[in-house]
């Protein structure tokens, strides 16, 4: 009988996050001293706009960095790692953006991207997974007819595009195996959409057709105990390994470092950056604001050089009164 192997992948999805590793609330940080890295960040706006990051037992044959454009290759998006049974696109789609402005731009990454795909297709299979900013049926966000043709991710065209995409030869995995679940990745932080569970599905794991047969299973997870749009997207797929050699592949995207809750709305990065540095050197702070609005959100992500001082962010500054309001401070992982 043939040697049989697991490729287990998981996705942590963090819109507009750059990629950091970290762990959960109360556990160390994840080590991946003994996996391949491989990190794009974005040269926009300062960097920490977007960033896409891979981590894997089995060190990929090349890496391609981008999709191949100046137009979008500054803002870390993409990621192609070639395996020697498969491809792994990684990708944090651009948004439309707020009134559809980017909608034509969006239009020419979908074209260049697909393009790229049905090349890689054609040599070998190919697992395509990340944030990829669409709703594709009515079934994947609450409000479907609020947001058509209006909201970014529930257009007409951008659902056609993803139409297009599977009809080159793929297979949306969650969809298939869940074909009337009604579970989301994504909420917006207005008017408790959480809590009322108001969500879009925005996170995929879309395979070659060729090798749906061998996807045991991809399911959306809630993995951080925190007050984000995190989460996990779990897909396990059982490949023939013809070569008769063992291997085991586990990719991570987009992780961060350490997490800022309950922060005040007009605190802004500088004074985050400050406060917490009285902990350790911090690297990056990000704010995050919510993609419709543009206003923040309440949260944020703040990047140490090393393990040891966001550790001891967590263990100082959570609870800690800072802008009249009580932070809180905790890791994030798988």
Not at 5 to 33: C, N, P, T, Y
Not at 41 to 66: C, D, Q, R, W
Not at 218 to 228: A, K, P
Request: hydrophobic share 40%; aromatic share 10%; charged share 25%.
């Amino acid at each position: 009988m043939p040697i049989v192997f697991m490729l287990a992948l998981i996705v942590f999805m963090l819109a507009l996050m750059l990629a950091h590793v970290g762990s959960m609330r109360g556990r160390k940080l994840i080590s991946f001293q003994d996996y391949a890295k491989t990190l794009v960040i974005s040269t926009e706006k300062n960097g920490g706009y977007a960033g896409v990051g891979m981590f894997s037992k089995t060190a990929p044959l090349k890496i391609h960095k981008g999709i191949g454009d100046p137009e979008f290759d500054s803002a870390g998006r993409l990621i192609i790692a070639e395996f020697s049974k498969f491809f792994f696109i990684g990708s944090y789609v651009p948004n439309s953006g707020a009134k559809l402005v980017n909608l034509e731009k969006r239009g020419r990454w979908e074209k260049l991207l697909t393009e790229k795909m049905k090349e890689m297709n054609e040599k070998k299979p190919v697992i395509y997974g990340g944030d990829l900013n669409v709703a594709h049926n009515e079934i994947d966000l609450k409000n479907p007819e609020s947001n058509r043709n209006k909201t970014a991710g529930f257009t007409d065209q951008e659902r056609g595009w993803f139409t297009d995409m599977l009809n080159m030869g793929f297979t949306d995995t969650f969809r298939q195996m869940h074909p009337e679940s009604k579970k989301y990745s994504f909420w917006s932080y207005l008017a408790n959409s959480r809590e009322k569970d108001v969500g879009w599905r925005l996170d995929y794991y879309v395979v070659s057709n060729r090798i749906m047969k061998n996807v045991r299973k991809c399911t959306l997870n809630q993995l951080f105990e925190l007050e984000t749009d995190i989460l996990v997207l779990d897909l396990q797929l059982w490949l023939k390994n013809l070569n008769n050699m063992s291997e085991s592949l586990h990719l991570v995207l987009t992780l961060l470092n350490v997490s800022v809750g309950n922060a005040a709305y007009q605190t802004t990065e500088q004074e985050l950056g400050d406060y917490f540095s009285s902990v350790g050197q911090v690297t990056n702070v990000k704010i995050v604001c919510d993609r419709e609005t543009g206003r923040p959100r309440g949260f944020a992500f703040v990047e140490f050089a090393d393990e040891a001082s966001a550790q001891k962010a967590c263990e100082q500054l959570n609870g800690a009164d800072f802008n009249g309001r009580q932070l809180r401070v905790n890791l994030a992982s798988k």
